[in-house]
């Protein structure tokens, strides 16, 4: 079935360093894409999203690739702080807004000072 | 302040006595979802609404069951839990087309 992964479930980088999180889809149709943080007892909280008409999008700190030839999605934190120590997820909907997503199984980001 | 609240935040109950799972949104939003959240399995829909009186499955929606009487609420309702609906669970609601907002979760124990 699709499916929505992740290539590494662990990921651990020194303070000030640039962090990437990688992410592979299956599902060909799909052309809304979310990534999520989530920390120890919380919710998954919104990070950035793009769409599928788009290749890159950036935010503060925080840039979303997006590389519909291979079905891959990556998530690139700068200057990674310990408060960004946490599980992120990314999340994939083929309708277009995010009231139907399929999320991957999430990478633990540790941030060593 | 615009959030999603669940109650009861943790709850352990027995085999069989029907809980509720109640989320409420202030944002106004359409669409609302439960999930819930395993261990090595990641989050995984059960059900989610469009609107008011409008809801469908997701992908693991037996043994569960949700209403949308009014837009701002959206129960979880399970009639008869069994163990395997321990888990953490989460709502979330979003605008159109919008990314979802999640509530703080509810952690369920079912002995």
């Known amino acids: 079935g699709e499916s929505v992964g992740l290539h590494l479930p662990t990921l651990s980088v020194q303070e000030g360093d640039n962090s990437i999180i990688n992410c592979a889809y299956s599902n060909s149709a799909s052309d809304y894409f979310i990534w999520y943080k989530q920390e120890s007892g919380k919710g998954p909280q919104f990070i950035i999203d793009?769409?599928?008409?788009?290749d890159k999008r950036q935010g503060q700190r925080v840039t979303v690739l997006l590389n519909k030839t291979v079905k891959h999605l990556s998530l690139q934190i700068a200057a990674t702080q310990p408060g960004d120590s946490a599980v992120y997820f990314c999340a994939e909907n083929i309708r277009g807004g995010s009231e139907k997503l399929v999320f991957g199984k999430g990478t633990k980001l540790t941030v060593n000072p | 302040e615009a959030q999603v609240t669940q109650n009861p935040r943790y709850l352990i109950t027995v085999t069989g006595k029907k809980l509720t799972v109640t989320c409420s949104q202030n944002m106004n939003h359409e669409y609302m979802s439960w999930y819930r959240q395993d261990p090595g399995l990641g989050l995984r829909q059960i059900y989610y609404s469009m609107n008011v009186e409008v809801t469908d499955k997701g992908d693991v929606p037996e043994g569960y069951k949700v209403s949308r009487k009014e837009k701002r609420n959206f129960p979880l309702i399970l009639e008869s839990p069994s163990p395997n609906q321990t888990s953490l669970y989460f709502c979330?609601?979003?605008?159109?087309?919008?990314?979802?907002?999640f509530g703080p979760g509810t952690r369920l124990t079912v002995l």
């Open positions: 979330a609601s979003s605008g159109a087309a919008d990314t979802q907002y």
């Open positions: 793009i769409r599928s008409n788009m």
